[in-house]
């Protein structure tokens, strides 16, 4: 490869470029590997699927190129089949290939233009009639301010609110279906109504559920057998099944999304993590155009960048802890597990003697003072549920765990510390539950938690978040400001709330069957209290952390809350009778009396059939027969891991191959080449310049066939291709 | 079809709607945009094929262009000369690749060149670098610009060189699931 520039006697060669250089350098290996790209079979089987997606509406057919013999092998594949409008050159090129069609092919001009345009222009409608149908969705423009200041976290929250209002607007309406409506309509006692007002009513009573809303249908005691009363259509069963509908559609519902979760984030999320590459070349939003926005995606791009190189940060701090160390941690960290748990039974404590104070009987008080008295395991529980997950946040920062296991670990103990104090709480009640009609009580402490909950989240807001934030805006240098620091909307607790917030319901959903309604009109007004909070007091979070994660975790307390509910409301139907004064089940020894009645009144075999799949008979062969089925999924699962692993493997290998092999061939073409080439008559705009700007076919070899056809000098180029050809 | 415009001639028309992923009417929009960028430099009358270009500096004061990290090297790669002057050719062809109807394949070629900015047909780190302190505008410190820049090469490299290749940057973005969604400009 030397040089062969030869001045002598007044001639000098013409030389091309390739001999003049002499390493292969990486940029003409590159043009002869793209060449070659363009034949194998797999990209051509990629462009011909890309077409069938292409619109059908242009000019070009895969029209016999016999015509023209001189067009290069793969250029002519191209060039008639690829739309003009798919390739990667400048616009003059691309006019001249499309003239270049015009001779193979005539124009059918405007009827095909015609058609595009309606194709286009309908694909347009579809996308403008979907945007318009989510912007009915409700207060879908609120949750995209909020998305556009907060991000996304915020926004998960609000549409898991979102969520819970359209759950409990569907338990709404099955209630109203099966219990409401028929106790309204064949109401056997005529002068029983909805409401009455009696002498001692106030309106104290709608805080504690006694007096006028006792007597409502909002409680238990309100609903008796009416006239309705065939053997298997009457209001009791109708209660029954009512409420039993109602538990088995929130369970389909949360398990459905539960799973999908978890699939999305958990599945293919860890596994193809390629996060890195992903946010650097697709991070940026080419649509943004508001400076705002711009900002606040900027600001989120590095705090996942930011977020990223702290978990690196943190792994290979962990990496490089000695072993006294390690040592250290997990003594430390058994301490601040031991303080946990005694910070939860001191909780629980606390829960029981309210619970006990407030049972005990008080007269003469004034009326406030038995409101409060009343109210105290309430009062009680929501004090505690606002505390401890706070101490928590801070015992887990002593931890030494990465972030997102901080904000895991909190969230896991917070969301036990709020179930089991719910569940130590039903527990007492039903101690001493011995009263007459003791549903009504057990529903009146539900109604009382769901009211006290409610205006926890009003006094916070009013009383706490405004004044700190007038507090920080006006005397920002103060010890008190710089103690509190500028507010941040903390998404794990907010979501706790909901979801214990639907925990009262669904336990209390049996012993008062209005409380989805006063659920769905509660969590409106807390859409509004939590949206008016966001936005005017507080401010963005610097620092996010997966959220992925966290979300999957919300959906299963969800799925948790739903489990203690309905094991509570099982216990108790199987182990009290129902009181003999009050409720629809007024006589019957048990609740399941009236699906006894039922099922006795059914002919003979329907009636054998029941009893059959009730019977042990039938349920172990199909607890067995799932079990069965359950263990092929999971082995089928782990070979599919095992597999997509070496295929993942195979993968990389072969197109390391594959690059081997295309450098190989590049090297011996080249070398042909030069054994090939003439000394003269080369032109040297036979490559293009690889380095144009202009035409990133540059290294692609598209640009060079097309000057091709523009040369009608470059013959020596026909016969080089067809060499490669014939390579 | 309409009144009679006297910008193009039809036969020009039908040329661009050929060569792009636009119709007449948004061909004469796109038109009207590029006059009001610069009116005293661009005629009405394209209909003689006037050779007018119109500075990268007024180009990336465009809104749609004016808020986005790499409106520079947008511009430049679509500009004939590489300094990024555009004809109205340019810019038709510009705006016709980065609309929604491009293919992905066309996207990823243009997306490379974009992000290429040493011109040499490879990503190496220091174009990610300067990608990434566009992308976070120089908030990172050098080192953790340079781990992510690692860690993105090391990703997305097949063949083991250090740095990306058409082939290894087109294998990771018909993979990324939000490239045909984020890549767009709608005009």
Redo the contacts between chains.
Sequence with gaps: MEDKECNSGGFMRLLSEESCSSTVTGESCVNYQTEIFNQLPSSLARRRTHHHHQDRGTIETSHPVEKHPELAGEARDRASTQPIRSLPVCMQRKREARDLRHLQTRTVGRWESWKRNQRINRKRLGEQVGEAMSRLLPWSSTLHTIEGRFGVGVKAYFVFLRYLVYLNLLLCLVIGGTILIPTVVYDSDADRGLLRFEGNDSVLDFFVGSGFLERSPVFYGFYARSSLDLLCLNTPLLFLLGTLTVLILSLVMVVRRTVVGYKHTWLLGNRYNIHMSYKVFCGWDFCIQDPEVADLKLSFIRNELKLYLEEERFQQREARRTLGQWARLYFLRGLLHFLVLVLLGGAFCLIYHATKASQAERSGDYLILTVLFQYLPPIVITLVNFFLPHVFRHISSFEDYSITTQVNATLVRSIFLKLASLGMYLFFLFQNSQQDCWENQFGKEMYKLAVFDFLACFCNTFFIAYPRKWLVDRYPSSWLARLSGKQHFLIPFNVLDLVYSQTVTWVGLFYCPMLPFIETVKLMAIFYIKKLTVLQCCVPAQRMFRASSSSVLFHFMLLLGLIMAVITLGSNLHKFEPSSSCGPFVGSATVFNVTAVCVDSLPGPAQSTLRYLSSEAFVLPVILAQIVVLTSFESRRRANGKAIERLKDMLVMSTSDKHFLLKQHTLSLRRQKKTFKAPTTVSGTREGSPTTMKDPSAGIGEDSHIAQLKDPSAQPTGDDIKIDRGL | MGNKQTIFTDEQL??Y?????F??KEILRLHGRYHELAPHLVPMDYTNEPDVTIPLALIVSM??L?????RNRIV??F????AGNLSF??F??MF?V?SE???R??KA?????I?DFN????LCKED?EK??NK???E??SPE?VT???E???E??D???DSKL???D?E???T?????L??????I
């Design positions: 039908d040329a709607q050929d060569c792009t992923f119709t007449r809104p749609e004016n808020e986005n990290p790499f430049e790669s500009s004939e000369d590489g050719n340019d038709v062809d016709s980065l109807t491009a293919p394949e066309l070629i243009y997306a490379f060149k992000y011109v040499d047909n490879f990610l990608t990434l992308l976070t505008r908030e990172l953790e781990l992510v820049c860690k993105a090469i990703e997305a097949l063949d083991g290749s058409f082939a940057f294998n990771m973005i993979r990324a699931p939000d490239f969604s984020t890549f767009h400009i709608r």
